[in-house]
T-cell receptor, first 109, second 114 residues
Framework: KQEVTQIPAALSVPEGENLVLNCSFT??????LQWFRQDPGKGLTSLLL?????REQTSGRLNASLDKSSGRSTLYIAASQPGDSATYLC????????FGAGTTVTVRA | GAGVSQSPSNKVTEKGKDVELRCDPI?????LYWYRQSLGQGLEFLIY????????KSGLPSDRFSAERTGGSVSTLTIQRTQQEDSAVYLC???FGQGADEQYFGPGTRLTVT
């Protein structure tokens, strides 16, 4: 059974600081890995999708890396803003998605 | 085009009642998934439909839970004889295929069993 772990569980940083969120998974036989954002009481917003053959994906201030062989992914958010405050979820896919518990980020103005 | 839609957005029901939750996937998407997000449990897979194949029901927590997908499009998740532990946000997602395609999520249905 796929186990997905996200560290840290919570993170609080001052505005402007870079964020580093970690995700690890136990079974490397995945099709892809997705990073999501979830605001309180809201659904999931997809941020980045990395296919198993890729090493990283970038979108604006967001960059995600994938090391499938070691079962790790890292989401970097550059120059954080208060609007980045949310819970960030990592999910790996075989056919269904297996989710981590998330990292709750607070960016202080 | 339109994204994944779910209805109702909120549902409050009494313990022991049956409830139906609806999901309209993105047009043309052949794969449809149901997930549940409970407080303290995180997000867990419930059931998966792919085209006309038999659904993967391996995530359903009990036989009180069932789902169907009509005409390869709309899906209904039914919970019979609801219990308080069924209270959660039920999320639906769809993707173009079953492989490496991105899953797109609906806004969810928040179910509260009193």
């Amino acid at each position: 059974k796929q186990e997905v772990t996200q560290i840290p569980a919570a993170l609080s940083v001052p505005e402007g600081e870079n964020l580093v969120l970690n995700c690890s998974f136990t079974d490397s036989a995945i099709y892809n890995l997705q990073w999501f954002r979830q605001d309180p009481g809201k659904g999931l917003t997809s941020l980045l999708l990395i296919q198993s053959s890729q090493r990283e994906q970038t979108s604006g201030r967001l960059n995600a890396s994938l090391d499938k062989s070691s079962g790790r992914s890292t989401l970097y958010i550059a120059a954080s803003q208060p609007g980045d405050s949310a819970t960030y979820l990592c999910a790996v896919r075989r056919y269904k998605l297996s989710f981590g518990a998330g990292t709750t980020v607070t960016v202080r103005a | 085009g339109a994204g994944v839609s779910q209805s109702p957005s909120n549902k409050v029901t009494e313990k022991g009642k049956d409830v139906e939750l609806r999901c309209d996937p993105i047009s043309g998407h052949t794969a449809l998934y149901w997930y549940r997000q409970s407080l303290g449990q995180g997000l867990e897979f419930l059931i998966y439909f792919q085209g006309n194949s038999a659904p993967d029901k391996s995530g359903l927590p009990s036989d009180r839970f069932s789902a169907e997908r009509t005409g390869g499009s709309v899906s209904t998740l039914t919970i019979q004889r609801t219990q308080q532990e069924d209270s959660a946000v039920y999320l639906c997602a769809s993707s173009f295929g079953q492989g490496a395609d991105e899953q797109y999520f609906g806004p969810g249905t928040r179910l509260t069993v009193t």
